[in-house]
């Protein structure tokens, strides 16, 4: 657990079917919200797909920067002025960064959003009362951790959730169930050679708080 990284550099050698289903009987082996179990797994098992997604993933990015005009400077400064800092901290955080990766997609295809894998899985669960989103995220962690013991890279994709979650007509492009919210998406594939880790990340120390009678 304390050797798992989020793989951003894959390479092109592909996965079995066979491991994929693995990960997916493993990620249905974590607790879910009053039992009810459901999740649904869709494997994207070839390169083509997880671009595919990667594309719409990349338009949406382009779209939500326009949207949000973070890019007009004397809007950001009167914001920040009347105490809305927002739009400042996403200009920070993600107009500039996504700038530069969507002119690097656009010049060369160079994958910012699945990072080249060769493969992903979509956890979705059912529109049902519950816990859906912790459904899926336990589920993931499951695979996760499987897929890191078996030699394998995973990353998890939140931008493009929220692209499918934002632009429905993603999840139809797709061919996603209608009936289905797509809670996490996960690359997955074989790490490229220089994807090497010396060392494990320093975690914050935490005190645990004991509550008194």
């Not at 996965?15 to 990620?27: F, H, S, T, W, Y």
């Not at 950001?76 to 800092?85: A, C, D, E, L, T």
């Not at 920070?92 to 080249?116: C, I, K, P």
């Not at 859906?132 to 951790?145: F, G, Q, S, W, Y």
Request: glycine fraction near 6%; aromatic fraction near 8%; charged fraction near 25%.
């Amino acid at each position: 657990m304390a050797s798992l990284r989020s793989c951003r550099n894959f390479s092109d050698k592909p996965v079995a079917r066979e491991i994929l289903e693995d990960l997916v009987n493993i990620g249905t082996l974590a607790p879910s919200g009053s039992n009810q179990q459901e999740w649904s797994f869709t494997i994207l098992p070839e390169r083509r797909q997880v671009e595919a997604l990667a594309g719409y993933t990349a338009e949406f990015i382009r779209w939500m920067n326009r949207l949000r005009l973070s890019s007009i400077t004397p809007l950001r400064k009167i914001m920040s002025f009347v105490g809305y800092k927002e739009v400042q901290q996403y200009y920070d955080r993600y107009t500039r960064e996504y700038g530069r990766s969507l002119a690097e997609w656009d010049s060369s295809g160079r994958d910012f959003v699945y990072y080249n894998a060769p493969c992903a899985i979509l956890v979705g669960v059912s529109r049902v009362l519950g816990t859906p989103v912790e459904d899926a995220m336990l589920a993931a962690h499951n695979i996760r951790l499987a897929a890191h013991t078996m030699g394998l890279g995973t990353c998890l994709n939140g931008i493009s959730v929220r692209a499918m979650k934002t632009q429905r007509s993603i999840a139809r492009k797709m061919g996603l169930p209608s009936d289905q919210d797509i809670h996490i998406a996960i690359a997955i594939g074989w790490p490229s050679r220089d994807e090497r880790y010396v060392r494990t990340i320093e975690r914050k120390r935490i005190v645990p708080r004991y509550l008194k009678a």
